[in-house]
């Protein structure tokens, strides 16, 4: 076998490496434009769970790279000259152009062929290979000229940054954030030999042109950040390597080969150096690749199949996580806001892959002041088990229920079913319970099997469950009012969901179908709205009636009030469409005059969705200002979903994927939020609440079939708190088991905890 491989980085050596051992008799060529001590950057970052793959593979690789490695445990964050040091994190960092000097010699003593100074732009040369591997950068040549044949996509990312180096010596990995006159600025600080360490510069770009930048006037960028970052660098000067100003670019490709041609390192996907894995996804992926080529010796298509299968979904989970951490540095303004110990615990767990546990275990002091700042410099209840209070409302936890349909009711009456559900997850601890849509009229029903509060026998049938959870509980419940809208009057989900036969006219601010079955609505007029108007009014008055302690306003997911907040849905050219202050002036209209026979002492919140995951969708700025009306006029939460607004949506979910929309209206509007989505346990709700991204977390899907969450993560973290005395003996016996569960569990994690390989 013949191969050629296209650039001569760490990952197109190390798979020739790998490659050449295994097979000695394939004849390995590796061609670079550059000369062979030329390096472009400073410093390269590896984990030690790197580390020990580089040791499974190649023994001699291991140890030329390890004795030229800088080795720290620590990461310290450092904002406006104040620091915390976390420890633990096991990593190290070694000179990209050592790096490369250490493979090339490897390469040479298993007789790979290096080929420097080549033009490698004309393929033609390389006819005769039977692979040919593009492993040429970010800027790849030959991905960009098959760049339809690989379905080539990127994305420039909105800060900017600049590569630099300097002679300062760091003891730890360092993160220091500095507030300028013009925005925040970071600098992402590693040593990564003796007197020579990586620091890369990172703002928005409104903060890097106000400060007057330049993209490629070296001299002037370190004349001005060496002034702005003189108290960290202590009098050692910033080095350039071609240090200009760039935009991270996102880079995918759907296909990672086409014919003989296979994408490796930059050329195929980039990985953000917030979480430093540009060449660690290089080199794994040389791994792999390799591995298939030396199971698939005289198939080739075959060994890129099976790179691509067993490589793909690992890619794309740690381009996700880049991704979600690059997000945090895009709001460093937003996050630098926060108490300075929440502020590094927002900055250590901001791709979800570390979490309050995760740190707990490498470092307790650190998360001991992260708890101890949260509730005023105690070490009390854990977060998640905070008390929290909306006007005379006091929640003795932060953990909810998120309104779920059940279809059970009959001509919008809850029964035995709708009793035995609330009532349940009441005595099972949360601190609050939203009730599933509650209809305002017999139209405003989604299916036949929605609940409502529009007459006295509605009301008086709530009235007993909200009875039952006063009298035996401290859980605090709310009712969620609302009308479906053009998504009204249909059949139930386990029915198919479609639309009903004998449907009902279905009101909306714009004539369009939800799809091509539904319907087609009324666009509302005036009268429709006034008609509206006093049912949100009357079922608000039968709700405090009914004993509920909460209204949530349901304003989201494509439903009436909601239809006339996103552009996809409102297509009016009155008064109430338009501009965004037009579109919102009939749903502030409702809350208004929900707020004003509603007693001041109880708390409304209103749910929204922060995006519609659609082309030409609500945007950010218009959800602010959304948020903001509402709190003006008098909301003390926003219950912050997204989507569901039209049938064509591509919503990008994950585990907690909704919580960047609460974290953006509570840290932009300043007011309280509830988040939801794909929130599991409860470290993740620790750890929401601690990083300030919501105040309440609302569980959907978990309590359905898990009612006892709260007792069981009481049970979890030892807290023997608000249980009613009818189920106190269970102590003996739940409490025991999940301290073991929990110990067994820490234990796993402890053995994947990094390990120090210092020397």
């Not at 620091?199 to 106000?210: A, H, L, P, R, Y």
């Not at 390597?241 to 086409?258: A, G, L």
């Not at 650190?366 to 909306?390: C, G, R, W």
């Not at 108007?533 to 989201?556: M, R, W, Y």
Request: charged share 25%.
């Amino acid at each position: 076998m013949k191969i050629a491989v296209i650039g001569g980085g760490p990952g197109g050596l190390y798979f020739s490496i790998l490659t050449k051992k295994a097979m000695p008799h394939c004849q390995i060529d590796i061609y670079e434009r550059n000369k062979p001590d030329d390096s472009f950057g400073f410093g390269v970052v590896f984990s030690d769970e790197t580390l020990g793959e580089f040791l499974k593979r190649d023994m001699q690789s291991y140890e030329l790279i390890r004795s030229k490695f800088a080795y720290w445990d620590d990461i310290i964050v450092a904002r406006n000259g104040e620091q915390v040091s976390i420890a633990g994190n096991g990593f190290c960092g070694c000179s990209r152009k050592t790096l490369l000097q250490l493979l090339q010699q490897r390469c040479l003593e298993e007789g790979v062929n290096l080929h420097f100074e080549q033009n490698i732009d004309d393929l033609s040369q390389y006819a005769d290979a039977d692979i040919i591997l593009a492993s040429d950068g970010i800027s790849s040549g030959i991905r960009t000229k098959y760049e339809k044949e690989f379905g080539t996509k990127i994305a420039l990312k909105k800060n900017r940054f600049v590569w630099l180096g300097s002679t300062k010596p760091l003891d730890a990995f360092t993160y220091f954030f500095r507030e300028t006159p013009h925005g925040t600025i970071v600098a992402h600080s590693y040593q990564y030999e003796e007197n020579r360490s990586t620091w890369i510069f990172e703002c928005s770009n409104e903060t890097w042109e106000k400060h007057g930048f330049e993209v490629t006037n070296e001299e002037d960028t370190i004349a001005k950040i060496s002034e702005l970052f003189k108290e960290e660098l202590d009098g050692h000067p910033l080095l350039t390597n071609k240090s200009h100003w760039r935009q991270f670019p996102h880079v995918t490709n759907e296909n990672w080969y086409h014919k003989n041609i296979v994408l490796l390192g930059d050329a195929k996907a980039t990985a953000h150096y917030s979480i430093g894995s540009g060449t660690k996804l290089a080199m794994d992926c040389a791994i792999g690749l390799s591995d298939a080529v030396i199971a698939n010796p005289t198939d080739v298509q075959a060994a890129f199949q099976q790179y691509d299968i067993f490589r793909r979904n690992t890619v794309e989970m740690i381009q996700h996580a880049a991704l979600v951490s690059l997000d945090w540095f895009e709001n460093m303004d937003r996050n630098m806001q926060h108490p300075f110990y929440q502020f590094a615990f927002g900055c250590m767990t901001r791709s979800k892959k570390v979490t309050y546990e995760n740190l707990r275990l490498r470092d307790k002091s650190f998360t001991d002041k992260v708890l101890a700042e949260f509730n005023n410099n105690q070490l009390s209840a854990p977060a998640a088990f905070s008390k929290f209070k909306l006007r005379d409302l006091e929640l003795q936890n932060r953990i909810a229920m998120a309104p779920m349909g059940q279809y059970q009711a009959e001509d919008g009456v809850v029964n035995d079913w709708h009793f035995q559900h609330y009532t349940s997850r009441a005595l099972s601890g949360l601190g609050l319970i939203l009730t599933e849509l509650t209809a305002i009229s017999e139209t405003g029903r989604i299916t036949l099997g929605c609940t409502g509060i529009y007459n006295d026998n509605q009301l008086v049938e709530w009235k007993k469950i909200t009875d039952f959870i006063h009298k035996n509980t401290q859980t605090k419940i709310g009712i969620q009012l609302g009308h479906s809208g053009r998504k009204g009057a249909t059949k139930k989900p386990w029915e198919g969901g479609e639309p009903l036969q004998d449907s009902w006219e279905l009101l909306s601010a714009s004539p369009l179908a939800y799809t091509e079955k539904f319907a087609v609505p009324k666009e509302m007029s005036v009268s429709d709205m006034d008609q509206i108007v006093s049912e949100f009014v009357q079922a608000t008055k039968n709700a405090n009636e009914a004993g509920f302690d909460l209204i949530e306003l349901q304003a989201h997911h494509g439903f009436l009030l909601a239809s006339f907040l996103s552009p996809l849905t409102n297509k009016r050219k009155d008064e109430f469409g338009g501009s965004i202050e037009n579109r919102l002036k009939f749903p502030l209209r409702v809350f208004n005059e929900m707020r004003a026979v509603f007693p001041k002492e109880k708390p409304m919140s209103v749910r929204i969705s922060a995006t519609d995951w659609a082309e030409d969708g609500i945007s950010e700025a218009h959800v602010f200002t959304i948020a903001s009306e509402f709190k003006k006029a008098g909301a003390d939460i926003i219950n912050v979903s997204t989507g569901n607004t039209v049938a064509n949506q591509k919503p990008q979910t994950g585990r907690m994927w909704q919580t960047p929309f609460a974290d953006a209206v509570r840290n932009t509007v300043h007011i309280p939020t509830i988040t939801a989505g794909y929130i599991q346990d409860i470290d993740q709700i620790n750890t929401i609440i601690l990083n300030g991204r919501a105040d309440i977390v609302a569980l959907g899907r978990p309590l359905l079939l898990d009612p006892y969450f709260v007792r069981n993560a009481q049970a979890y973290e030892q807290l023997e708190t608000e249980i009613p005395n009818s189920y106190k003996a269970g102590i003996s016996h739940l409490y025991p088991l999940k301290a073991a569960e929990r110990k067994q569990l820490e234990g796993m994690k402890k053995a994947l905890k990094p390990k120090s390989n210092k020397k």
